[in-house]
């Protein structure tokens, strides 16, 4: 478990993109306050996910509007799965990892 | 070993008899042979085509897929040239034989074209510009020669010829109609209904109609120059449709000796006279002396021969059809049963005509029961008129109740009284007893059940019953198509309801909406209601960044590369040598990949990254274009009087001022609107949102409703005006009453058709509802709260507004173009 960004990085009910280890991760701030994170790319058409809309369940892909389950990955209109990664928030940190 | 069962012809009613054969589990081994390369299809759904209001995907009955599901060996685009009646095989075109057992033809029938001098040319079948109406391949060229011409002659005037003249105005801007008679529809209509007819083609619709009129000759060598008329009239035109009649395709039986007259001759059971196996269905076949051309007979004849062939009933007897015409042709109601005129002296008629709107009707009556119905303008009591004369019901003692609705649910038909297996949808062939049982499968909306059986997607004039069979089989329990009517799939409310409620609540942020209306929060609901608080509160919107789609975010246009597009304002497509010099230092600079003209007449700069999108806009400091949003985006104009030789208004000068006007107004829609400087319509103004067409005299038209995406149509008039000035207030008036009532995402060419251009006209030229001030006053306050979005870049508005999302190398990459 590391930080990897402060929450003021991120808006609420918005995604942003981190590099970690050479993978794209994009982590998205729910409107509840809870914090998501998946891959970077869409697994359709490798869409910037994090410029996607979302809502307490889903992240919808910019660029064909393909849902994906943001607390899973999985997806929500028959496109492969994406993957998620375990991420939490520790004061004002996001941390990544279990 | 199982019985092998060959149909030649795979249109509607061979394929509809498989169908049954297969309902009623009957065991064969199942060839068809079809001469178009297609799975069976709709052709009456052509005409709709034709019009631009069905897609060709959405008129398959059956699609390849169900032949295999079903074992059904189909050739498709075989031909088959001959049939063996003694060695019992059929041989196709292309050489190879096929066995049966049990043979069904079902080969239909082919638009005959009466041998006019020009309409063939001497090897090479019809003359370029002459189309027949028969099949999904003659409509495509049909729409693909039209598009690319002028004027066409349609020759007939009957349901083919009037629906194919309907259809072409979609495609091109003149039309006229020849018939060889002396009034329209002269199968189904007397004098008296197919005049009334006449006159609403020619007042609603703007199609030239000429009766009395023998075509005697076409005319041009190589392209098509006119039609020639037995009194010497030469109509010019580019494009010629026959629609004169239809002979039926027996020639291949009557080569393989079975007997033919105008059809193959078929006996109670649908078989051929004096043959053990063969049997003929649909427009090929002549029952009784009869040879039908439409659909409704052939549902039951399919019904027959199935039960016989199976053996579910092997007695089953088909004895005749009466057959119901309806016209499709939007806004123009026709329906014609029985006969037209009495032919005994003591038949009793009922008349009532209404020529100023349009309205012919009359009933005949022999011996207390309908044996003839006419429905002119005014076709409310078609259902009952039809059940009356289909079922030889007792006719109500109240005469006048057959062609009025005299209060009271006198006349209507009581769908509890319907038998299961009457027919409701005529042009799908659906009985009430399938809507009945696609109800208790589960499917209780009105729409759901249409679309699943097909009930009330033909002319549609059965969409009332069907409507009041799902709402009695489902016992009160209909449930309301729930999306249909959202604004947006998140918020269970209409948009009027849903606006009345964000104004109680004073809801001023998408999260509040969701959190009072709503519960939980939904990512495809945000935009839209985003879009709709900005346009009801303005100043006072509560703007959550989140709301927005990422062109919103950032003002530009997302691209595949997650790469952004970037287009300047070029008000009316109008710039400067500055302007040009500006986008060229700054394309360089950022070695913008590509720089493009857009349809919109303006430049685009491709390939953008997010994070360097402020520093273009700074560069450039120029205004946004607004090419990403749900929002007024450009007026395109021709060069009008100033310079053009034609031009009679200044359509560059008031394209211009609309754009100064009303830059970057969010709606439901884009926004997409032209200015043209004569009817040459060189900005292309038919077919914008809203298009402006200057006409001589100084006067100005104005269209709506128009598109030229992927759907296409052509803008309705709302009203002609003698200023700029009252071209600048009706559009914004328009555009007000449209970004208030529209749907999300529903463009003003669904909008426009939704409403109807009348009720538009009445409310936004005649302010027949009192609202004109406020939607002004409403697009006031909106154009006052402007303000160019890319101003805003010396700051990002949150933080990491244009942080890239994506490492760009993991995508394909836009090709640099030198
Ligand atoms: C534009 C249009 C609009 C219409 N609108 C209406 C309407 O509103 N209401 C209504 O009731 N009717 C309407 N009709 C008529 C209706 O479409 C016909 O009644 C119906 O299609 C007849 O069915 P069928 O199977 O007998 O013939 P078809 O549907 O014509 O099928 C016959 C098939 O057999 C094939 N075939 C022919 N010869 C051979 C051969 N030798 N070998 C192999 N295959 C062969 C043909 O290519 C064709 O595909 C309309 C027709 C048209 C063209
Ligand atoms: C003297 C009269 C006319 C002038 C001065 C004129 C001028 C032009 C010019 C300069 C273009 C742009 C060409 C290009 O981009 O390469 C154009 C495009 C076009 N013209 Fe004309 N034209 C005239 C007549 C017509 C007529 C009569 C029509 C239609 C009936 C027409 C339809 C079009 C269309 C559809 C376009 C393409 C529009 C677009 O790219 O968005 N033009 N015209
Ligand atoms: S629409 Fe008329 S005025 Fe405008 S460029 Fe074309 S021909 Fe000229
Ligand atoms: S026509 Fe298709 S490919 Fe071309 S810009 Fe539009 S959406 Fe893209
Ligand atoms: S790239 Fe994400 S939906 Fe297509």
């Known amino acids: ?98 | 070993m199982r019985q092998r069962l060959v149909v030649i012809g795979n249109g509607m009613a061979g394929a509809r008899t498989v169908e049954e054969i297969l309902a009623r589990g009957g065991d064969f081994e199942i060839t068809m042979f079809g001469d178009e390369p297609y799975g069976n299809y709709n052709r009456i759904m052509l005409s709709n085509v034709l019009a631009g209001v069905e897609d060709e995907s959405g008129i398959f009955l059956n699609d390849l897929s169900w032949y295999a599901d079903n074992g059904i060996t189909l050739h498709a685009g075989t031909r088959i040239e001959r049939i063996d009646r003694f060695a019992k095989r059929v041989y196709a075109e292309d050489g190879t034989e096929t066995p049966y057992d049990k043979l069904i033809i079902a080969t239909g029938s082919r638009a005959f074209v009466p041998p006019i001098p020009g309409a063939h040319r001497p090897g090479r079948g019809y003359h370029q510009g002459v189309f027949a109406f028969r099949t999904l391949d003659d409509t495509r060229a049909m729409i693909r020669y039209a598009k690319e011409h002028e004027r066409a002659v349609v020759i007939g005037g009957g349901l083919l010829g009037l629906e194919a003249a309907r259809g072409l105005q979609n495609h091109l801007p003149h039309v006229t109609l020849v018939h060889a008679m002396g009034h329209l529809m002269n199968t189904q209509l007397n004098f008296a209904a197919g005049d009334t007819l006449r006159k609403t083609i020619e007042e609603k619709l703007g199609i030239e109609v000429v009766v009395d009129g023998m075509t005697t000759e076409i005319l041009g060598k190589h392209a098509v120059t006119g039609v020639k008329l037995a009194d010497g009239r030469v109509i010019p035109c580019d494009v010629i449709v026959v629609a004169a009649g239809i002979r039926a395709n027996s020639e291949m039986a009557a080569a393989s000796d079975l007997p033919v007259e105008r059809g193959i001759l078929v006996d109670d059971q649908m078989r051929v006279q004096d043959e053990d196996d063969i049997y003929a269905v649909g427009e090929c076949a002549q029952h009784r002396g009869e040879v039908y051309g439409l659909v409704a007979p052939l549902w039951d004849q399919a019904k027959v021969l199935a039960d016989h062939l199976t053996g579910v009933n092997p007695l089953a007897e088909y004895h005749g059809s009466q057959v119901a015409t309806k016209l499709k042709v939007a806004g123009v109601d026709v329906a014609a049963m029985g006969l037209k005129e009495p032919e005994h002296p003591d038949d009793e008629v009922l008349t009532f005509a209404e020529p100023k709107k349009g309205i012919y009707k009359n009933v005949i009556i022999r011996d207390g029961r309908l044996v003839g119905a006419t429905l002119v303008g005014d076709v409310k009591k078609v259902a009952f008129l039809m059940q009356a004369f289909d079922r030889g019901l007792a006719l109500p003692e109240e005469r006048a109740e057959l062609m009025f609705d005299l209060g009271g649910p006198a006349g209507e038909v009581k769908v509890e009284d319907m038998a299961d297996d009457e027919q409701v949808c005529n042009c799908n062939g659906v009985s009430k007893g399938t809507i009945c049982s696609t109800v208790q499968s589960g499917c209780k909306t009105v729409s759901g059940v249409m679309d699943k059986t097909r009930a009330g997607k033909g002319c549609g004039t059965c969409k009332s019953v069907v409507q009041r069979i799902v709402e009695w089989a489902a016992g009160g329990e209909v449930e309301e198509d729930p999306a249909a009517s959202y604004y947006v799939p998140g918020i269970p409310m209409p948009k009027p309801e849903l606006m009345n409620a964000i104004r109680l609540h004073e809801l001023k942020s998408v999260s509040s909406v969701f959190a009072k209306l709503g519960g939980d929060e939904d990512a495809k609901s945000k935009m839209g209601l985003a879009s709709l608080l900005k346009m009801m509160w303005g100043g006072e919107y509560v703007d959550e960044r989140d709301a927005r789609f990422i062109n919103d975010r950032v003002h530009a246009n997302i691209q595949r590369d997650g790469t952004f597009s970037v287009v300047p304002q070029m008000k009316g497509g109008v710039t400067t040598p500055a302007q040009l010099k500006r986008i060229a230092e700054v394309a360089e600079k950022h070695e913008v990949p590509m720089v493009k003209l857009t349809g919109g007449q303006r430049i685009d700069l491709l390939g953008i990254p997010k994070e360097k999108l402020p520093e273009v806009w700074a560069d450039l400091d120029m205004p946004s274009g607004y090419a990403y949003g749900k929002s007024f985006r450009t007026v395109k104009t021709c060069v009008g009087s100033d310079f053009c030789r034609f031009g009679v208004g200044d359509s560059t000068a008031l394209g211009i001022a609309l754009e100064e006007r009303y830059q970057g107004i969010e709606g439901p829609g884009k926004m997409k609107l032209a200015v043209t400087g004569c009817p040459r319509n060189c900005a292309e103004a038919y077919v914008k949102d809203l298009g402006v067409v200057a006409i001589d005299g100084g006067k100005w038209e104005i269209y709506v409703g128009g598109a030229a995406g992927a759907h296409i149509r052509k803008g309705d008039l709302l009203t002609t005006v003698s200023s700029p000035e009252e071209v600048i207030v009706l559009t914004g008036r328009f555009l007000q009453y449209y970004r208030e009532n529209a749907n999300w995402l529903e463009r003003t060419y669904a909008f426009v058709p939704r409403v109807g251009i009348d009720k538009v006209r009445a409310v936004v030229v005649d302010d027949s509802e009192g609202i004109a001030a406020d939607l002004d006053a409403a697009m006031e306050a909106s154009v006052g709260a402007y303000r160019d979005p890319w101003k805003d870049r010396d700051e990002p508005a949150t933080p990491g507004q244009f942080r890239t999302s994506l490492p760009l190398i993991v995508l394909p990459q836009v090709p640099v173009r030198a």
């Open chain 1, 1 to 98: 478990m590391r930080p990897i960004a402060s929450v003021h990085d991120i808006p609420l009910g918005e995604g942003r993109t981190f590099a970690v280890d050479g993978d794209m991760i994009a982590i998205f701030r729910l409107r509840d306050g809870s914090v998501r994170a998946t891959s970077a790319v869409c697994p359709h058409k490798g869409g910037p996910l994090a410029d996607g809309q979302i809502d307490l369940k889903q992240v919808i892909c910019p660029l064909h509007l393909n849902a994906w389950d943001l607390r899973t990955g999985c997806s929500l209109s028959g496109q492969p799965d994406v993957a998620v990664y375990p991420v939490s928030i520790d004061d004002d940190k996001i941390m990544l990892g279990d």
